[in-house]
């Protein structure tokens, strides 16, 4: 229906009334988008057979829900997957777990979801600062998780090279032609010996002994101990096998110079060691 607009102000009247109109519609959509995100959290809580009072969403993205659940006497963080590859983690979660790799403590787990301890709430542990990174005992601690990561997972990664997350699944030729053409870098020579040689660097790079490596390093995704006695990191989902190497690059190229100095100390003889 067209709408005859005779003046400024009528003119007006009808963006704001749009205006609303539309305002409007997105608040009830993210009314309802958040109640199925609850409902989804009540279904995990049911099957965990946890008592709950409140729940309030944290964050969603993709496909990730985490929500702070809230009863009498306790409080969790419950992380929910909608997203099947993510789903990895809860599996992550379990693998630590048997190899004695210290980890958030865990209450229970479904198909899709894991139920934790919240942090922000215990007395021994505390989410990580930007400064904690700054603080020789604390990258010491934090060098000592990863290295007990490390040799604890050789064997285990040995056992089951097929069933985890593989950053080299990504060194494909597609994916070498999708650099080439992001980066306008075609007529470059390296990329034909790449080529030329695809299949051999590829079963080298494979052929390498691998461990675990948490992949995801960033201040943001560790929890310290409130007495500097322990430090390691959570949020599994890009756990998989890789090499030591990769770890410590990855934690000196994103931290200060006192974790670079702690972390690269007790790690010195890991990258030396025959796995």
């Not at 931290?255 to 990258?271: G, Q």
């Amino acid at each position: 229906m067209e709408v005859e607009i005779s003046d400024a102000k009528s003119f007006r009247i009808q963006i704001d009334f749009l205006f609303f109109k539309e305002y409007n519609y997105l608040i009830n959509l993210q009314m309802v988008k958040c109640m199925f995100e609850q409902l989804k959290i009540k279904q995990e809580l049911k099957i965990l057979n946890i008592p709950y009072g409140t729940i309030t969403l944290i964050h969603n993205k993709d496909g990730v829900i985490v929500a702070r659940v809230r009863s009498d006497t306790k409080s969790y963080i419950i992380k929910y997957f909608q997203n099947e590859d993510f789903k990895r983690e809860i599996r992550n979660y379990q693998l630590l777990d048997v190899i004695n790799i210290p980890t958030v403590k865990v209450f229970g787990f479904t198909d899709s979801a894991i139920l934790m301890e919240d942090v922000s709430e215990s007395d021994f542990f505390r989410l990580a600062t930007k400064e904690d990174l700054d603080d020789v005992v604390i990258a010491s601690k934090i060098a000592e998780w990863y290295k007990l990561l490390h040799t604890s997972s050789k064997n285990f990664v040995k056992e089951n090279i097929t069933e985890l997350y593989d950053e080299t699944d990504f060194i494909t030729r597609e994916n070498i032609e999708f650099i080439k053409s992001k980066t306008g870098t075609q007529s470059l020579p390296v990329w034909k010996i790449i080529n030329d040689s695809f299949d051999i660097i590829v079963s080298k790079i494979r052929s390498l002994p691998r461990v675990l490596t948490y992949n995801d390093f960033y201040y943001t995704n560790l929890i310290v101990a409130k007495d500097k006695s322990s430090a390691f990191m959570f949020d599994y989902n890009l756990l998989g096998k890789g090499y030591v190497y990769s770890d410590i690059r990855t934690c000196v190229i994103l931290s200060v110079r006192t974790l670079k100095e702690h972390f690269l100390k007790p790690t010195e003889s890991l990258t030396k060691m025959k796995l």
